[in-house]
């Protein structure tokens, strides 16, 4: 059997019933630490990896790193992979479509791919591009496409329902296999959107998303936690070291015991 078929292939069925929870990661460790609490898959989050890499979120993140990122984590799990690729780091759609092709050829199985501020048909000539050359590899990739509609706040407020489901048309009609909707949160708006389109709805964390339950009753099929993992381990971090510079004392956080981290690491048959 192929392995990146095997895996491509669950991926998509985790879209088909409940809510698919994504824990992003921004490195291998965090990938392989959320894979042993029995995370069903991992996406990256685009903001995190650019940061541990050194980079700013926004499209800075040279390709060459987010590839040698998306290796290591591709040795240390097993489950299916899907990478943040922001706006796919050029304007170029054969461009886009060719670093996807090069993604695939390491093992990942999906995508999320923006259309930020751009005029929505930049985002369809990438996701057109990108079917072609699955095609002509062979390989399957479950492409989600992100529209910041909402998170950019791109049309007034009593337009974003309407906005979104336009664009949604065209990028399924494009090629794209989901919708992510960042920012997204009120309950009467996701299940207008959820019923408005045949793309499984992706929305992401926020304190005002309604109960996973009822995420589910309005349709949503996957719920990601953004950056906002990494964003905590920052802040943690960020504290432990204050205290440390100030004082030369641990401060009075959470730990890992340094032997459970190390037997995440260890060789699996």
């Not at 989600?144 to 065209?170: I, M």
Request: aromatic fraction near 6%.
């Amino acid at each position: 059997m192929n392995p990146h078929a095997d895996s491509a292939r669950r991926f998509r069925q985790l879209h088909a019933q409940g809510v698919l929870r994504v824990a992003n990661c921004w490195d291998a460790g965090s990938a392989r630490l959320i894979e042993s609490l029995g995370a069903s898959a991992i996406a990256t989050t685009s903001a995190g990896l650019a940061w541990s890499r050194g980079y700013a979120d926004g499209d800075t993140l040279p390709v060459e790193h987010l590839l040698e990122a998306v290796a290591e984590i591709v040795r240390v799990i097993r489950v299916p992979l899907s990478v943040d690729v922001e706006g796919g780091y050029s304007d170029d759609a054969v461009v886009v479509a060719g670093y996807v092709m090069r993604l695939a050829r390491l093992g990942v199985v999906g995508i999320n791919l923006e259309d930020g501020s751009g005029a929505p048909e930049l985002l369809c000539a990438k996701l057109a591009r990108i079917r072609e050359a699955c095609a002509r590899d062979g390989v399957d990739v479950y492409v989600n496409a992100r529209t910041d509609v909402y998170l950019r706040g791109l049309v007034p407020p009593e337009r974003r329902v309407e906005e979104t489901l336009a664009r949604a048309a065209l990028y399924r009609d494009a090629g794209a296999d989901g919708l992510f909707v960042p920012a997204l949160t009120d309950a009467d708006e996701i299940r207008a959107i959820a019923s408005g389109t045949t793309l499984p709805l992706n929305v992401m964390l926020r304190s005002a998303l309604p109960a996973l339950d009822e995420l589910e009753a309005l349709g949503v099929r996957r719920l990601s936690a953004g950056s906002d993992l990494a964003e905590a381990a920052f802040a943690h971090a960020r504290l432990l070291a204050s205290a440390f510079l100030r004082d030369g004392r641990a401060a009075a956080a959470p730990r890992m015991d340094y032997g459970d981290i190390n037997a995440l690491f260890a060789p699996r048959d």
